[in-house]
């Protein structure tokens, strides 16, 4: 069957945080959904579910279990017991709860997602970052400056693999550096992989996967919110193979609460029956970051950009054309809403959501070009 994503649905006064949090005229690609319906199986699911009419507590069942296993089995040749996965609300809770685990400070790199900066401070802890390698907008681990900032009660180390935001996949190499520096320094290592299925370029590497030490002092995040579009009938987990690991990271989220009907309808079309969708989509994506990386080279040759390996979500420095060109800027003179870099680490950059329809691409770059352009009387910061 051949899906169509340039078909556009309304999203406006459906209580949609992308569009809905727009003011009036502007073009709104910033937070990471999709402009796409979800995968057709999981209406199917989600419909014959609501036709039972009761909703009573639910379990999880086997079903999910099964589609989980196999997705890892398939796709990355990995064998995950049922017993190593644990149903969670969310990616980002997950994040929260995982600061906890040792009692200490955490650790992460940047650029890195906003969430993921912030979930130690909001549950009361303390969070280190450090600045990426990026020589030529190529994002790599720097683990001299990373050894350099540890403190003695730091136990945790956040990855996000895919990064969001420069859209790395980190090469087994890479991945086998970061377990040799947490073993070092006796860290657990978070793995955020949301965009884990999102990937254009190499090959994504669970964490889990990458040796020994990896596997036993690792909680690896996944969730099927941001390839098929279903953030908020989200089916999350977390990978936990050691035992003693797994305990302590269920009794810090006692309050995850309970799973739904809905959810896990929508987990199963997701993981075990959408492969076609997904893969028809990710071409329509990745000719969505080829057409996009073109045109930002052809319209704005001194602005700064990664070559994205992954993720719907380019990131961008306009600050050569000036330094007052920041996500404020660009909102207030392109009326494009798009993510501030500073929530990520780098206030020179903003992030582009292109998980949408090619024509809003096209118009959000006609928008961005004039605005940079036509702005010699525009100085200094701009606030939303």
């Not at 340039?6 to 945080?17: E, F, L, P, S, W």
């Not at 402009?35 to 069942?61: C, M, N, Q, S, W």
């Not at 180390?157 to 070092?184: I, Q």
């Not at 739904?260 to 309808?265: C, V």
């Amino acid at each position: 069957m051949k899906y169509d994503f340039d078909k556009v649905t309304d999203r406006v006064g459906t209580n949609c945080y992308k569009w809905d949090m727009a003011k009036e005229g502007e073009l709104p690609m910033w937070v990471a959904d999709m402009d796409f319906e979800v995968p057709p199986a999981v209406i199917d699911r989600v419909e014959k579910r609501l036709k039972h009419r009761v909703f009573g507590y639910t379990r999880p069942g086997n079903e999910i279990f099964r589609c989980l296993t196999d997705w890892f089995a398939d796709r990355y040749s990995a064998d995950v017991p049922k017993e190593w996965i644990r149903l969670i609300s969310g990616i980002v809770p997950a994040l929260c709860v995982a600061s906890n685990i040792g009692g200490g400070a955490s650790m992460t790199c940047v650029p890195n997602y906003s969430s993921l900066l912030t979930a130690p401070k909001n549950a009361g802890n303390k969070m280190i970052t450090v600045p990426m390698d990026h020589e030529n907008e190529y994002y790599t681990f720097d683990f001299d400056k990373m050894q350099a900032a540890l403190t003695p009660d730091t136990k945790i180390f956040y990855l996000c693999s895919p990064l969001n935001p420069a859209g790395r996949v980190f090469t087994l190499d890479e991945l086998k550096a970061v377990s040799e520096f947490a073993r070092k320094n006796e860290l657990i290592v978070i793995s955020d992989e949301a965009h884990c299925e999102v990937v254009f370029e190499g090959k994504h590497i669970p964490f889990f996967t990458v040796d020994d030490y990896a596997r036993e002092n690792s909680i690896t995040l996944y969730s099927n919110g941001k390839m098929c579009n279903v953030a908020d009938l989200i089916l999350a987990f977390a990978v936990i193979p050691n035992r003693k690991l797994r305990k302590e990271f269920m009794r810090q989220g006692y309050a995850f609460g309970m799973e739904h009907a809905l959810n896990i309808e929508a987990g199963i079309a997701s993981y075990g029956e959408s492969d076609e969708w997904k893969e028809q989509l990710l071409t329509y994506l990745e000719g969505n970051r080829d057409y996009l990386e073109t045109e930002l080279r052809n319209r704005f040759p001194k602005a700064k950009l990664p070559h994205l390996e992954a993720t719907y979500l380019q990131w961008v420095d306009f600050t050569p054309y000036g330094e007052h060109i920041n996500a404020a800027f660009l909102r207030n003179h392109a009326k494009v809403f798009l993510t501030d870099g500073a929530d990520f680490g780098d206030p020179r950059y903003v992030r582009i959501n292109f998980g949408t329809q090619r024509a809003n691409i096209r118009e959000m770059l006609d928008r961005v070009e004039k605005a940079v352009f036509d702005s010699g009387d525009a100085s200094g910061p701009e606030k939303y």
